[in-house]
Every structure is written in structure tokens, then in C-alpha cells.
């Protein structure tokens, strides 16, 4: 049975796709290392700020993304 999408595993699916590391991630959005494994673990949601600047970086599409973050 497939996961149910939500946006920790969105995120990191999309982060490992295009060969990034957690760091160079952080790196391009300007954040920790630290808050891109909290996303990506669902531990807790980017603001709306690094969710467009992750959006960016990942090559996804934003809107889509906001409505992943805001469910």
C-alpha cells in the first residue's frame, strides 16, 4: 500500500531526486541543517518564507507545496 503524501516525505523525496544533500539544501534556502531534517521529518513545518525559498531550490511547483504545508 502506498504512504499517503504529506509534506515531510514531499520534500525530502523531492530533495533526494535532485542529488542534494541535507547541507547543501540548507545552504541555498539559508537555514540549519538542523530545521531541514525537523521538515523533513515532520518534526515541524517551514514558514512560508523558506517553504517558497525550499520551493526554489527543489524545483517544485509552489502552490502545490502551500497546499501540502497548509493541510
Given at each position: 500500500m502506498p504512504?499517503?503524501?504529506n509534506l515531510a516525505h514531499?520534500?525530502?523525496d523531492a530533495r533526494i531526486k535532485r542529488r542534494l544533500s541535507v547541507v547543501?539544501?540548507?545552504e541555498q534556502v539559508g537555514v540549519s541543517t538542523a530545521s531541514i531534517y525537523f521538515w523533513e521529518t515532520d518534526y515541524?513545518?517551514?514558514r512560508a518564507e523558506s517553504?517558497?525559498?525550499l520551493c526554489k531550490v527543489l524545483k517544485l511547483p509552489i502552490r502545490v507545496t502551500q497546499a501540502m504545508a497548509a493541510a
Open positions: 504512504r499517503k503524501p514531499y520534500l525530502r547543501e539544501v540548507a515541524c513545518r517551514p517553504l517558497n525559498a
